[in-house]
């Protein structure tokens, strides 16, 4: 339960609303939930009224007051949403930021490893499900428990002669009471829950196991395999839902006992008084039902919350601080390096140097590894052992923002942004060069209407080049940037790298371009090896 607790609060704390907002919301809310029960209190009051004093004179202050309240309602509820709402939204910005920038700094086989194409929709999914962080648990609970307290307040202070204050008290200690058994049932909700979610994913994961060779099991007739293998997991996973059923009854079961606990104790404890008193402290009482009603659904969201937030905590890895700067000797050295994928591995101890404004080429047969080695010399992989450098600054010290003004890889399969050519290369970017030019040097006529999607896959490795250019960096690296160009578009891009002064690293199998090059570094069974020209 303390975990559950620290979870909730860790994402509150990480939402940072602005005071103003957080006070309009929670104000919005509590005059909001005031003035239903003072409707529904007022309401009926005025019919006891009315009953005992004949006459329009008698009840037109209170009949007033009720219609001022039901006039007001719609909008007071709007506002309270529109609050809640605005309150929520800021949130979600601000938790959409915090998970960009934790699977921003993701290394590539980290990517790998989830193998799932809609984990970032999944993430975003979870961000909207911490709305109702806001939403429904903080601000109409908020808003319900002071609706509570105001109502014990209205028995104790301004019934006849204050002769009603032991049956607020004792109305009041029943509520909290309440209160407190819905927040105490939290904790085996939240873990009836976990298990729910345990067990649905285990039956889901058997279903995909089983998936691809059901049918041929089903045609050797041995359908009973299929069933002996999915009694278990469907088996715990019915007990599971069973259990979390169980659980809800339960604290469903909270409200109507702890309001009829404070009609009795109402009951038993009211003084004789005048029927339209008795009738507002009963609805002030009764009015219980709505105010824990309002806090049990808060918590469900909360548990919903909990499982969210604890799904995007499951992303969240401590990155160490990056702050050197770039160094003055831009020599990319790798030192030592092992590199694994799996069980594989791609680089044993390997080592080179790429002096500034040498052209180095890394050949091998595909399937060796030559990208993942090219990804972690650009910083965007991890290494297993060694360690690679810049001139003798490690790479992984140099400040991110830093080594991306300097450094630039152009994979082999370009997914950049959708929207304009000309966008997609000056996005994100601070462009030294003229990319015009650049663009014409390539042999590419990019008119300011041409749609990125609407360009080959030879023109979209061309832009690609530019877009990596623009910055000017000291340092570029390709992944077989030139497989889908021609011999003329090739001699094209290496005159235009010949002419930006700077080091070139390319992963590659074109002739043209390791002819190139003055250092081959083959990756051969794990091994870099130089060769000579």
Known sequence: MTDDLRRLRRWLARSRPPRRALARALLASTIAT????????????????????PGLRAV???????????????????????????LGFAAVTRWRRWLVSIVGHWPMRRWRAYASGDLLERALRDTDELQDLWLRFVVPSFG??????????????????????????????????????????LAPRVA???????QRGAF???????????????LIGARGYLDDRLRGPRLELARAEDRAQRRAIRSSLVVP???????????LSAPASAPVWTVVATLLALSTAEGLGAVRVGLESAIAVIAAAERLEELEEPTATRSAPWPQDSSVVADRVTIREGDRLLVDQGSFVARPGQRVAITGPSG??????LSALAGLDDVDGGVICIGATPLRDIAEPTLRAHLAYVPSDVGLLRGYAHDVVNLGRTVSRSVERDLAALGLDIEPTTRWIDVSRGEAQRI???????????????DEATSGLGREETVAVLRLLDDAHVTVIAATHDPHVIAWCDQVVALLDGALVTLSR
């Open 60 to 86: 037109a202050g209170l009949l007033i007051v009720i219609e001022l309240f039901a006039f007001l309602r719609s909008p007071i509820k709007f506002n309270e949403r529109m609050s809640a709402h605005q």
């Open 144 to 185: 319900a428990i002071v609706t509570l307290v105001v109502g014990d307040a209205v028995i104790a202070v301004l019934s006849p002669g204050g002769r009603w204050l032991g049956a607020a008290g004792a109305i009041a200690v029943i509520q909290t009471l309440g209160v407190l058994g819905l927040v105490a049932d």
């Open 368 to 373: 060796t590894g030559k990208s993942t080695l």
């Open 34 to 53: 005031t003035t239903a029960v003072g409707l529904f209190v007022g309401a009926v009051g005025l019919l006891v009224e009315s009953a005992s004093r």
């Open 204 to 218: 889901r994961a058997t279903l995909v196991e089983l998936g691809t060779a059901g049918p041929e099991i089903i």
């Open 257 to 267: 006992v702890t309001t009829a606990l404070a009609l009795s104790a109402l009951y």
């Open 464 to 478: 690609a080049i530019v877009r990596a250019l623009a910055i000017g960096p000291s340092i570029v690296m390709l």
């Open 192 to 198: 009836a829950d976990r298990d729910l979610r345990r």
